[in-house]
């Protein structure tokens, strides 16, 4: 399994932005729990890194030395 947390899902008090109703949802439902599911995951998960799980022998490597610099940032 991997696991991602965006940084400001462990943020329940993050000043709140009006989205729209169905972004308000998705952003901001159960933003106070957060922190204790990813301490519970972190507690009863076994963890090793990209290379040792095996699925780094799977990625495609990538040439990045053609890519251009559009400015964005």
């Not at 947390?5 to 008090?13: F, G, I, S, T």
């Not at 952003?27 to 290379?51: A, I, P, W």
């Amino acid at each position: 399994m991997i696991a991602y947390v965006h940084p400001w899902e462990l943020d329940p008090e993050q000043p709140r932005l009006n989205p729209g109703f169905t972004r308000r949802i998705r952003h901001y439902t159960n933003l106070g729990k957060t922190r204790e599911r990813l301490v519970r995951l972190l507690q009863n998960g076994d963890f090793t890194s990209f290379r040792e799980s095996g699925l780094a022998t799977m990625a495609m490597d990538y040439d990045i030395s053609s890519w251009k610099d559009n400015g964005s940032r």
